[in-house]
């Protein structure tokens, strides 16, 4: 009897270790692809390139490129043996190469948590519908993993914390598709990559709409609405500026619910960093430049300055910005530890061989767009990030010439 007890307890002990173990195997199963994406990982899209801490990411010829910063290597994103890498076309609309784009529009594209991710639109979905696509980083195993629908014209697309953000703008009305609305509809398309659930933000309605810029925090969705309040004709002589307004928004999906942070006349949004949302507030004196806390709406007033642009970028401790002078601009950091603001080199004259805009701030590098002085073609490149703080502005690497053929 004692030997049939002491079975049945290694049976059981047995079946609880097995249930542990698949149990264990299912929770990391679960669990995996929402570790996948670092909140601290950054991509920045701008237009038709997406900068990395190693490179930019590009379309050209219906093809994705990645050059590479560190060798200035140009990769097609495709590693098929004796494969020609002919993109997508008109006359080859179904390619077999790897890093071709299946789509006629691309409206956002980034390596992001070691996986290549785009969206696109397509002659299936129609011109109300947009795909969204994950691949390996060599344009292999690609699949479509969501769908947006009701969305016309992407932009200002943006990758944050796990999330492709998708903001969109419906120019023309679905029952008339030749017909453009008076007051167009703008919203936001947030795709957890991960999951690969869609969620829409409330739409807003006005003249001359726009999403500017949308972010994520803490799993709500936050974004920019610009608009203007009254209609404007083009042989009307209208103070735009009296009657363009800004409004930043927070949607929480869980509670479906939607507040307003802050919103008015004279504001100019500047970006959106972690918990913290920047925008620059106009005075009869001086710019107020504001940064506002997301989670419970504070608004602190960092500085004040004079004739402040809209370039703008977070660097840790550090904010990047620039104002206008004579002819040029001068870029200028401010320390919120601090509390310092002081300039970065010399001014800059825009008709100058130097002059030069930023199109991103990444680990140790500054990107940047300029006029390359050797051959006279527009370039993206790069300052290290110590060059730039030290106005070493002439220490430029050259990275990628957009127009070439």
């Given amino acids: ?6 079975y049945w307890k290694w049976i059981v002990t047995g079946l609880t270790v097995a249930l542990i173990v698949v149990f264990v195997l299912i929770i990391s199963y679960l669990l995996k692809p929402f570790t996948q994406f670092s909140p601290n990982e950054k991509v920045v899209p701008v237009f038709h390139q997406t900068f990395h801490k190693d490179g930019i990411l590009f379309e050209k010829n219906g093809l994705l490129h990645f050059i590479d910063a560190k060798s200035g290597k140009d990769i097609v994103l495709c590693d098929k043996p004796n494969c020609l890498h002919e993109g997508w076309s008109i006359n080859n609309p179904q390619p077999t190469c790897n890093a071709a784009i299946d789509g006629n529009f691309m409206d956002g594209y980034a390596i992001y948590g070691d996986q290549l991710f785009f969206t696109a639109q397509t002659d299936r979905g129609g011109v109300f519908s947009k795909e969204v696509y994950k691949a390996d980083i060599n344009g292999t195993n690609r699949k479509q993993i969501a769908e947006l629908t009701n969305v016309q014209f992407g932009g ?32 936001v398309a947030a795709v957890n990559l991960s999951t690969h659930a869609v969620t829409y933000t409330p739409t807003k309605k006005g003249y001359n709409p726009s999403i500017w810029r949308a972010h994520v925090y803490e799993g709500k969705i936050y974004y920019t609405y610009t608009y203007l309040d009254i209609k404007t004709n083009e042989d009307e002589t209208v103070d735009v ?5 800004v409004e930043v928004y927070c949607y929480d999906p869980a509670t479906e619910t939607e507040t307003k942070l802050i919103g008015g006349n004279g504001l100019t949004f500047l970006g959106y960093d972690g918990s913290y949302a920047y925008l620059v507030e106009q005075t009869e004196k001086r710019d ?32 990047i910005y620039s104002i206008d002078v004579e002819n040029g601009l001068q870029w200028k ?9 002081q300039a970065i080199g010399d001014a800059i004259q825009f008709d100058a061989s130097d002059s030069f805009i930023i199109d991103a701030v990444i680990e140790d590098k500054v990107y940047i767009s300029y006029t390359d002085s050797a051959n006279g073609e527009f370039c993206n490149g790069y300052l290290s990030k110590q060059d730039f703080y030290d106005g070493q502005f002439d220490k430029r690497v050259p990275l990628l010439y957009p127009n070439e053929e």
Wanted: charged residues 20%; negative net charge; proline residues 5%.
């Fill in 1 to 6: 009897m004692e030997q049939n007890h002491q």
């Fill in 288 to 319: 107020r430049i504001i940064q506002m806390n997301l989670v419970n709406g504070e608004k602190t007033v960092l500085f004040e300055e004079d004739n402040m642009r809209a370039s703008f970028f977070v660097d840790g401790d550090n904010l």
């Fill in 156 to 187: 200002n697309v943006s990758f944050v914390d796990g999330f492709l953000l998708f903001p969109y703008i419906n120019q023309n009305d679905p029952d008339s598709p030749d017909v453009d609305m008076e007051q167009p509809i703008v919203g």
């Fill in 241 to 245: 500026q009296q009657h363009f307004f």
């Fill in 333 to 341: 950091l401010f320390d919120t530890k601090t509390q310092i603001s």
